[in-house]
Every structure is written in structure tokens, then in C-alpha cells.
T-cell receptor, first 114, second 113 residues
Framework: DAGVIQSPRHEVTEMGQEVTLRCKPI?????LFWYRQTMMRGLELLIY????????DSGMPEDRFSAKMPNASFSTLKIQPSEPRDSAVYFC????????????FGEGSRLTVL | KNQVEQSPQSLIILEGKNCTLQ??????????LRWYKQDTGRGPVSLTI?????NTKSNGRYTATLDADTKQSSLHITASQLSDSASYIC????????????FGAGTILRVKS
């Protein structure tokens, strides 16, 4: 299996622009998570899905952030409009059956908002 | 508030030496505790998982210990290699509140030749 696939790996954009990050989870994994990692705050859970349904989005910082999972093999995280403080590495992770299962992370998308 | 504290924040050791990383948590009750290794520019990868009843678990040169009474875990690395240079993150799973994962800030390890 190719593992969790994220794109783009790097994104540089200007403040106010829309950013879309993409994720393909491991086939057969029922849970998908979006995390944000910064030096100051470490890894923070933004939202997670179970069987394509959003379960907990309490970590989404503002209405500027939205996430979708239209099918079992694809998810997006969108930021509109982007701000410099959104600069971070965004990770997608998937897991097999339960929330306490091992998380398999993608390589991350490094976002820089100028 | 459920927290996971890791120490030291960073560590530099010589290749071939041993080291121990610490993780203290206040999460209670908890389901399990995992150590993840995150190489620079990569996503975290699970090294070990420990449940409440386990005291020690090994994965090659990595040995994790757990003391559920004192709420402490350690990750011991034996005969360190340059490839061990990474961030090591302790993650505790809450048993309640939907088994939410609580992440430590990580320990950055640098192994020098």
C-alpha cells in the first residue's frame, strides 16, 4: 500500500488567497484525521471523519477552515481566505477501525502564507 | 485538564550512546500510550503502543516503559545511530470523551558522529 498521500507537499500563497489541501487515506481505513503542526503548539487535531462523516470539528480554528470527505478515498481541507498565521504543516492521517488505533500519517503539506 | 509533558525539550548525544526520553501525563483514565518518531520533513510513525497493564515493550533498539501509578513513561534508545535523529512524540489516548488523543510537544533528539 502506498500509505496516506497528501498534496501539495509545499504551498506558498499570499494572504487572502484560497488554499486547498488534499488527502488520500489508506484503503480500508474508516477514520481520517486532519492535524496542524507548528513549533509553538505541536500537533493539533482539526477535524476527523468516520466513514466519510465528520465526527468532531471542534479543533477547526475559524469559519475560514472547512473540510470535506466526499468519498472513502479523498478528503480536502480548505482555507479561505488564508492568513499568515495559518502557516504550518498540515497532516492527514488515517486509521483502521477505532479512534485508539494506530494513526498512519501522510508526509504533510507545508503551507506558507505571505 | 488532560496534559502530556515531555522532557527534555531537546537532546544531543554521540553516536553509540544510550538515551532516555521522558513522558509524564495527567490523562486519566487512559486507554493506551504511544510513542511516535517523526523524522524531519516527514509524518510521525508509531514506534510502540502500551496499554494500562503493560510495563515494558521493546521494538529493536527502542524500549518503552510505563508506570501507570505515577503516570510516567520513558523511551530508551540503545546504541544510538545517526538515523535516530528525530522528534519523539508521546501520545496518550483518553478512555473517556471518545478516546481523544492528547499529544506531547515532543523531544528533539540529535545524534552526532
Amino acid at each position: 500500500d502506498a500509505g496516506v498521500i497528501q498534496s501539495p507537499r509545499h504551498e506558498v500563497t499570499e494572504m487572502g488567497q484560497e488554499v486547498t489541501l488534499r488527502c488520500k487515506p489508506i484503503s480500508g481505513h474508516d477514520y481520517l484525521f486532519w492535524y496542524r503542526q507548528t513549533m509553538m503548539r505541536g500537533l493539533e487535531l482539526l477535524i476527523y471523519f468516520n466513514n466519510n462523516v465528520p465526527i468532531d470539528d471542534s479543533g477547526m480554528p475559524e469559519d475560514r477552515f472547512s473540510a470535506k470527505m466526499p468519498n472513502a478515498s479523498f478528503s480536502t481541507l480548505k482555507i479561505q481566505p488564508s492568513e499568515p498565521r495559518d502557516s504550518a504543516v498540515y497532516f492527514c492521517a488515517s486509521s483502521l477501525e477505532t479512534y485508539t488505533g494506530e494513526l498512519f500519517f501522510g508526509e504533510g503539506s507545508r503551507l506558507t502564507v505571505l | 485538564k488532560n496534559q502530556v509533558e515531555q522532557s527534555p525539550q531537546s537532546l544531543i548525544i554521540l553516536e553509540g550512546k544510550n538515551c532516555t526520553l521522558q513522558c509524564n501525563y495527567t490523562v486519566s483514565p487512559f486507554s493506551n500510550l504511544r510513542w511516535y518518531k517523526q523524522d524531519t520533513g516527514r509524518g510521525p510513525v508509531s514506534l510502540t503502543i502500551m496499554t494500562f497493564s503493560e510495563n515494558t515493550k521493546s521494538n529493536g533498539r527502542y524500549t518503552a516503559t510505563l508506570d501507570a501509578d505515577t503516570k510516567q513513561s520513558s523511551l530508551h534508545i540503545t546504541a544510538s545511530q545517526l538515523s535516530d535523529s528525530a522528534s519523539y512524540i508521546c501520545v496518550v489516548s483518553e478512555k473517556e470523551y471518545g478516546n481523544k488523543l492528547v499529544f506531547g510537544a515532543g523531544t528533539i533528539l540529535r545524534v552526532k558522529s
